[in-house]
């Protein structure tokens, strides 16, 4: 069984920055990718960031290109998500996920909670 679980969330004003940070626990996967998601009410779940194992793949989804910063240490199982000029487009819960094909399949089936990201104007 694997555990992630989120956390930095919170409320921050237009134009500042926030961490998030997703611990795994339990029985993890070795050489696993990572990503984060964000998802609004009446609005599909977009990814936002995603890396690889060794961190050489990284995929950004457009509108956060040059804001969010993703990043991981495999020692400590965590992958962090900095994120920076923030938006209120950004208001969302984001999510943690990985995938154990590292990857190959993309196929993210392991999830966090969420944590909530409102960002004011």
């Known amino acids: 069984q694997v555990q992630l679980v989120e956390s930095g969330g919170g409320l921050v004003q237009a134009g500042g920055s926030l961490r998030l940070s997703c611990a795994a626990s339990?029985?993890?996967?070795?050489?696993?990718?990572a990503a984060w998601f964000r998802q609004t009410p009446g609005k599909e779940r977009e990814l936002v960031a995603a890396i690889s194992w060794s961190g050489s793949n990284r995929r950004y989804a457009d509108s956060v290109q040059g804001r969010f910063t993703i990043a991981r240490d495999n020692a400590k199982n965590t992958v962090d998500h900095q994120m920076s000029s923030l938006k209120s487009d950004d208001t969302a819960v984001y999510y943690c996920?990985?995938?154990?094909?590292?990857?190959?399949?993309?196929?993210?089936?392991?999830w966090g909670q969420g944590t909530q990201v409102t960002v004011s104007s």
């Open positions: 339990g029985r993890t996967f070795s050489n696993y990718a």
């Open positions: 996920a990985i995938e154990k094909t590292d990857w190959v399949r993309m196929e993210y089936e392991y």
